[in-house]
């Protein structure tokens, strides 16, 4: 099963410029979470954080009782063994064939037989939708196979947390259609905790249990999906509309008098938006185990949530109607 990433007052600078500051969230366990936010504001960095590969000045971020950031560099190495990553760019070995791209790992940090490696890489390999382009270069294939490559790849040491950075990057609307997809079967099949990062406004609404979002230097909310798709924060609506309206800009903060000059322009808002069901695994998987126990965690804080999120998290637990069109 997956394993919890507590996340705890982190904040992160580079010489004066801080990137972002006092962040605090929990991916709980086998729960598949997605962080959104403006380019630039830090997410890539925030990944490279729960990795201990950059080093928050503050805060911790646990992992079963190992703090990436505090700990000593070699409890933090045998506890980075726990995650599968997926980079931004597929970041693949463009020498290697993609059999020996996604055995890299295997080959670098297991004594594992080839015979084994072989089962192992040709296993992933067909999960992603990937069998039978063992022998092609990087080069010779598509982005959106680059990026199931590294996909693939990231799965090989069985990891019990992953992280993706941007999957949909560069893929056409019908391959991320696919990709969500692949995602949410991959959560069925393994049970990680996922946590993906995304400007993709169809995969954020699709795929994710938990939703957070950064935005000037703050992490401005983390939490169930269906607060996040009903939410009226400015940054959260203008984001997941992809509209220009609102305080984002194109030099992403825009100055007090647009805002206010906006703000006199906006309608109020007459209804809650109906959100988007999650996606569920593809006939023939398993169930996703998450389901049960975020039920659970859901209902516990449902007192506390913002009557829209209430609403829509009621209606998601009622039974659905088979075979009803949507
Ligand atoms: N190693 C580094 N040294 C100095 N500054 C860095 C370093 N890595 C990232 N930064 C800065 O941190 C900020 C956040 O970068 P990051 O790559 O995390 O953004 P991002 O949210 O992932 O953006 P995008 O959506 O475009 O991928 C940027 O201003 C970047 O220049
Ligand atoms: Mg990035």
């Given at each position: ?7 705890e ?42 990795i ?5 000045e ?7 009782g190992?703090?990436m ?12 063994r ?5 980079f ?25 037989k080839e ?6 890489v040709?296993e ?7 069998a039978?382009q063992?022998r ?6 598509s ?11 990231a799965?090989?040491m ?20 696919y ?5 949410i ?9 996922m ?7 169809e ?9 957070g ?6 992490l ?25 309206q609102?305080?984002?800009?194109m ?40 389901v ?6 859901v ?7 913002p009557p829209p999120?209430?609403?829509?998290i ?13």
């Open positions: 099963m997956g394993l919890e990433v507590v996340v007052g982190l904040t992160k600078s580079f010489g004066r410029q801080t990137i972002w500051r006092d962040v605090s969230l929990t991916l709980p366990a086998g729960e598949v979470s997605v962080l959104l936010g403006p380019s630039g504001t830090g997410k890539t960095v925030f990944l490279k954080s729960l201990g590969l950059l080093k928050p503050r805060g911790r971020v646990l992992i079963n190992v703090d950031v505090n700990d000593p560099e070699r409890k933090i190495y045998e506890t980075r726990l995650f599968g990553l997926m931004q760019d597929g970041a693949l070995f463009g020498s290697m064939n993609l059999f020996d791209n996604i055995a890299f790992p295997l080959r670098e940090h297991t004594r594992k015979s084994e490696i072989r089962r192992i040709l992933r390999m067909e999960m992603v939708g990937l039978g063992e092609k270069l990087p080069g010779q294939i982005g959106g196979m680059r990026k199931r490559a590294g996909l693939a790849r799965l090989v069985d990891p019990q947390i992953i992280l993706c950075d941007e999957p949909d990057s560069g893929l056409d609307p019908v391959r991320t259609a990709l969500s997809q692949l995602l079967d991959l959560n069925a099949r393994i049970d990680a905790t946590l993906i990062v995304t400007h993709n406004i995969i954020a609404s699709t795929v994710p249990d938990n939703i979002m950064l935005f000037r230097r703050d401005v909310t983390f939490g169930p999906r269906e607060v996040l798709l009903t939410s009226d924060e400015p940054v959260v609506a203008q984001f997941l509309r992809g509209s220009r609102g305080p984002i800009g030099s992403e903060e825009k100055d007090a008098a647009t805002l206010a000059a906006e703000a006199a322009l906006q309608l109020p808002r007459t209804r809650v938006p109906e959100i988007v069901p999650q996606l569920e695994p593809s006939p023939g998987m398993p169930e996703r185990k998450a049960a126990r975020r039920r659970e965690r209902m516990s804080m449902l007192p506390t949530l999120a209430q609403e829509a009621v209606t998601s637990l009622l039974p659905r109607r088979r075979g009803a069109s949507l």
